[in-house]
């Protein structure tokens, strides 16, 4: 019974010592496995004094796991913290980079966490890229509200309707949707600007067109002498005509309804126009003629009407096409007119002043001139300045010749003044006034001559009664040409044709029969007034 007993105990012993092994190989593996765990954790954290692990001691097992216990758990609070965020950061970084590739509305799964590595630097790593993908998010949303503005302005302009225009781009970038919730995917940004583009280019397009209809319409309407309250009815379409693309900022500017109402407007002047050809042909002509006339060019107006009435009568010619036939015509005929200038200038000075000479002359046959009668010394002081002026018209005729010849070497034509050539004028007046002077000089030897007669008779038969005072020579005044060719008044020379000839005829001498009418104090004396009267500007003074 006692070795039974003493067996049993034994038994009782063994198992006793057994599972105290196993307890004690199990509480190693634990410290083990948790001493690995501390390990690893510390390792994925990265961060070993934020928390107190113990190190090796001379405890017994269950004292060494009880140290490492409230260090584990701090661990693995701080790991799912660090998940966690590991994870927020990680959402949001895919989220950002899926609206960026345009699959923001694609429901995202949670991104897997890399727990191997938690670490405040892996942790800031993502946060800086966060940040970077922040900032791009931002910067695109404003280029893409900058993109809807512009496409706003560029839609109220044109006349077009913006939402369905910005939601054929993506549905989020209407007004209706937060800021936020707008797509900035590249695809977005691509299309936009392509919008943008083609609505810009639209927009020339259209400024274009409207600038070139309004330019027609102001060419109508200064052709045809529109009203201005009807022109005011298209202001809203001149007033750009001279705008560039980004100056045209105003709601339907540019609106296809305002361009389809320009146009029609354009066509119905174009066919008012066509009926009122001749009306606006004939308008130009006028003015065609009266820079003619006022440059004394000789023009045939009748020929021109009538060749006017022949074109517009056959439709041979489009109207546009006469009109700026007419046009480049009215342009060189003031560029003609403005070479003249100079020298016509010059021709009314010495017409002038041969129209003061003549008033002269009666003034020096007047044998009242110097009574004290009202307005007598007025006289005398204007007879002063003629007979000074009168001097000067040798030098005139003189310069006027010399611009003459030089205008008609440039111009390779001769110049004309209503028809007649010039330079024939002033050497007919040369021609006449040496005539005249001549003329003087010999009655001035037969009043000489007549007074010695008188005193060898009135030496032998006594004096006589004194005869009746003898009439001053007659005083020929050529007539001026009432109108030109162009049918305005003019105050040319008028030349008989057989004296229209060149210079050098009247320099030989070989002048016709036929006298050439002159200037208005050109005198003419016949042959039998010469002999029975004196002329009394010879004895007249100088001066007063």
């Known amino acids: 019974m006692l070795l039974q007993i003493e067996q049993e105990c034994l038994d009782v012993y063994k198992r006793k010592v057994e599972l105290a092994a196993k307890s004690r190989a199990l509480l190693l593996q634990t410290l083990s496995d948790a001493k690995l765990e501390l390990s690893t954790l510390v390792s994925a954290l990265g961060d070993r004094s934020s928390v107190g692990i113990p190190e090796k001691a001379s405890e017994t097992i269950k004292k060494q796991l009880a140290a490492i216990a409230p260090a584990l758990e701090q661990l693995w609070k701080q790991k799912e913290e660090r998940v966690k965020e590991f994870s927020d950061v990680q959402f949001q970084i895919q989220k950002i980079c899926g609206e960026i590739a345009g699959n923001a509305s694609e429901q995202m799964d949670a991104p897997a966490v890399d727990e191997s590595d938690l670490s405040l630097k892996k942790l800031d790593e993502y946060q800086v890229k966060l940040k970077e993908l922040q900032k791009e998010k931002s910067d695109r949303l404003?280029?893409?509200?900058?993109?809807?503005?512009?496409?706003?302005?560029?839609?109220?302009?044109?006349?077009?309707?913006?939402?369905?225009?910005?939601?054929?781009?993506?549905?989020?970038?209407?007004?209706?949707?937060?800021?936020?919730?707008?797509?900035?995917?590249?695809?977005?940004?691509?299309?936009?600007?392509?919008?943008?583009?083609?609505?810009?280019?639209?927009?020339?397009?259209?400024?274009?067109k409207l600038q070139e209809l309004a330019t027609q319409?102001?060419?109508?309407?200064?052709?045809?002498?529109?009203?201005?309250?009807?022109?005011?009815?298209?202001?809203?379409?001149?007033?750009?005509?001279?705008?560039?693309?980004?100056?045209?900022?105003?709601?339907?500017?540019l609106a296809l309804e305002l361009i389809e109402q320009a146009e029609v407007e354009v066509e119905r002047l174009d066919k008012l126009k066509s009926s009122r050809m001749k009306e606006i042909a004939f308008k130009r002509q006028v003015e065609l003629e009266e820079i003619f006339a006022s440059a004394h060019i000789e023009i045939d107006p009748e020929a021109a009407r009538e060749k006017i009435m022949a074109l517009i009568d056959s439709g041979n010619v489009e109207p546009t096409e006469l009109l700026a036939d007419m046009d480049n015509q009215i342009a060189k005929a003031k560029e003609e007119a403005l070479s003249r200038k100079d020298i016509l200038d010059r021709v009314e000075?010495?017409?002038?002043?041969?129209?003061?000479?003549?008033?002269?002359?009666?003034?020096?046959?007047?044998?009242?001139?110097?009574?004290?009668?009202?307005?007598?010394?007025?006289?005398l002081k204007r007879a002063e300045k003629v007979r000074i002026l009168v001097n000067k018209i040798p030098g005139m005729v003189d310069t006027l010749v010399a611009k003459t010849q030089a205008w008609e070497e440039d111009h390779g034509i001769s110049f004309t003044y209503d028809g007649v050539p010039l330079l024939a004028m002033l050497d007919e007046y040369a021609m006449l006034r040496q005539e005249r002077e001549e003329e003087k000089r010999r009655l001035r030897g037969q009043k000489k001559l007549g007074e010695q007669q008188n005193t060898d008779q009135e030496a032998v038969f006594g004096s006589r009664p004194s005869p009746a005072r003898p009439s001053g020579p007659k005083k020929v005044v050529a007539p001026r040409a009432n109108g030109g060719a162009n049918g305005t008044p003019s105050r040319r020379l008028s030349l008989n044709t057989n004296q229209n000839g060149s210079r050098s005829a009247a320099k030989d001498g070989k002048r016709d029969s036929v006298k050439l009418a002159g200037p208005a104090n050109y005198i003419g004396i016949s042959k039998e007034d010469a002999a029975s009267h004196v002329s009394e500007t010879d004895t007249s003074p100088a001066s007063p």
Not at 168 to 179: F, I, Y
Not at 217 to 239: A, G
Not at 364 to 373: C, I
Request: aromatic share 6%; charged share 30%; net charge negative.
């Open 349 to 379: 000075k010495w017409m002038s002043a041969c129209e003061e000479e003549s008033w002269l002359e009666d003034y020096n046959r007047d044998e009242n001139r110097y009574n004290a009668s009202r307005g007598a010394h007025l006289n």
């Open 142 to 208: 404003r280029k893409v509200l900058e993109l809807v503005s512009t496409v706003h302005d560029l839609c109220a302009v044109l006349g077009m309707d913006f939402f369905s225009t910005v939601t054929e781009v993506h549905p989020s970038l209407d007004d209706s949707t937060g800021v936020q919730s707008k797509s900035i995917s590249n695809d977005t940004l691509s299309r936009l600007v392509k919008t943008v583009s083609v609505l810009r280019e639209d927009k020339k397009k259209r400024l274009h």
């Open 217 to 253: 319409l102001i060419d109508l309407w200064n052709l045809m002498d529109t009203p201005e309250e009807e022109r005011r009815l298209f202001d809203h379409v001149t007033c750009n005509i001279s705008a560039s693309v980004d100056e045209v900022s105003v709601s339907d500017a």
